[in-house]
Nanobody, 115 residues
Framework: HVQLVESGGGSVQAGGSLRLSCTGFGSWRSTYCMAWFRQAPGEERERVARIDSDGSTKYTDSVKGRFTISRDNAKNTVYLQMNSLESEDTALYYC??????????WGQGTQVTVS
């Protein structure tokens, strides 16, 4: 059983920065691909960034050049560094991984509010 716990959300002014963390517990493996998703009120959930076990990354266009996903396998943790935040980045952010099926394991979410 894998559990994911996010932290690091909060409120920030436009142009500011936040760093989200997602730590894996239980049967988490460093070979797992990890991803950050977000969902704003009234919007569909979208994948923001992903990082594979080899460290390769992919971003949605709206965050390229502003967000950086990284991982520290020794700490079972994946990070999302968010810079130059915009009001459009306001959302509930989730980390997710694929244990037995694609993105079948999710954290509880952490709120990011940009004003």
């Amino acid at each position: 059983h894998v559990q994911l716990v996010e932290s690091g959300g909060g409120s920030v002014q436009a142009g500011g920065s936040l760093r989200l963390s997602c730590t894996g517990f239980g049967s988490w493996r460093s070979t797992y691909c990890m991803a950050w998703f977000r969902q704003a009120p009234g919007e569909e959930r979208e994948r923001v960034a992903r990082i594979d076990s080899d460290g390769s990354t992919k971003y949605t266009d709206s965050v390229k050049g502003r967000f950086t996903i990284s991982r520290d396998n020794a700490k079972n943790t994946v990070y999302l560094q968010m810079n130059s935040l915009e009001s459009e980045d306001t959302a509930l952010y989730y980390c997710a991984t694929s244990v037995r099926a694609i993105y079948d394991t999710w954290g509880q979410g952490t709120q990011v509010t940009v004003s």
